[in-house]
């Protein structure tokens, strides 16, 4: 079976049930990955980890290395990753500590190195995006969460935002007009240059905050960890189910 990797975001540095075997730091033509890449085992499968805002949690979203940790895991053999991101929920079901598996996306992101076709070598490359996520890998991750008891959205408009600050109120309005249901730093480039590798990527949601303007008062890092906290036990438990029952490919 091949390989599958988890990119952990806010809240997510680690995963407590993964074996570790070896930390491989892996070099790209794009520079360094936010870190060295975990190769584990996890149900009795391989996994591979890597924290996305590095160990520490000290890359913050618009300066993440994008394209490094996306070259690195193909590299080392990854044939599916489940990106988990931490978002703000628009949508009025986006509840604080619920998880979504989000199946389209916006990108207002800018000044990221978006993409592996720079347009010298290989010529200009245009990947069909039109469903950003993975069909496949979205039907599993929502089939564990049904199996797990794990109340999931199953569907969802990703926002995907410059950052490192949050958005105004009337950002919020503006997105929600856009149809987007919840609202993220990293969901872009990640996705887009997985799909131009061709690894199979899905996105595994977790709403820590109500979005600015939906929720009562301000957004304090207090909340945002409070939830997350809670969110990331409903994670681990939909991992675990999922690699349980996956056949793998
Ligand atoms: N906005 C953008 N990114 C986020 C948020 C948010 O409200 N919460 C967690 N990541």
């Known amino acids: 079976m091949h390989p599958i990797a988890i990119i952990g975001g806010t809240g997510l540095t680690r995963l407590s049930?993964?074996?570790?075997?070896?930390?491989?730091?892996?070099?790209?033509?794009?520079g360094e990955p936010s870190g060295p890449v975990i190769h584990g085992r996890l149900c009795d499968r391989e996994v591979m980890f890597l924290a996305r805002h590095g160990y520490g949690h000290t890359i913050p979203p618009h300066k993440v290395n994008y394209r490094a940790n996306i070259w690195a895991l193909r590299e080392i053999g990854v044939r599916r990753i489940v990106a988990v991101a931490a978002v703000g929920g628009i949508r009025a079901d986006m509840a604080p500590g619920h998880l979504a598996i989000p199946d389209q996306i916006v990108d207002y992101t800018y000044c990221r190195d978006s993409t592996f076709h720079e347009g010298e070598i290989g010529g200009v490359v245009h990947i069909d995006f039109t469903e950003p996520y993975d069909a496949d890998l979205r039907a599993s991750l929502l089939a564990a969460g049904e199996r797990a008891d794990?109340?999931?959205?199953?569907?969802?408009?990703?926002?995907?935002?410059?950052?490192?600050r949050l958005e105004t109120a009337a950002e919020i309005d503006r997105l929600e007009r856009d149809g987007c249901d919840v609202v993220g730093m990293t969901g872009m480039p990640e996705a887009a240059l997985a799909r131009e590798v061709g690894v199979p990527y899905a996105c595994c949601a977790v709403v820590a905050n109500w979005?600015?303007?939906?929720?009562?008062?301000?957004?304090?890092?207090?909340?945002?960890?409070?939830?997350?906290?809670?969110?990331?036990?409903r994670v681990a438990k939909l991992l675990m189910s999922w690699l349980e029952h996956d056949a793998g490919d």
């Open 211 to 233: 979005a600015a303007g939906r929720g009562p008062g301000s957004i304090t890092m207090e909340d945002i960890d409070r939830h997350l906290t809670k969110g990331m036990d």
């Open 17 to 30: 049930n993964l074996e570790i075997v070896r930390r491989e730091m892996v070099p790209t033509p794009f």
């Open 150 to 164: 794990i109340d999931l959205r199953r569907d969802g408009t990703y926002a995907a935002t410059q950052g490192p």
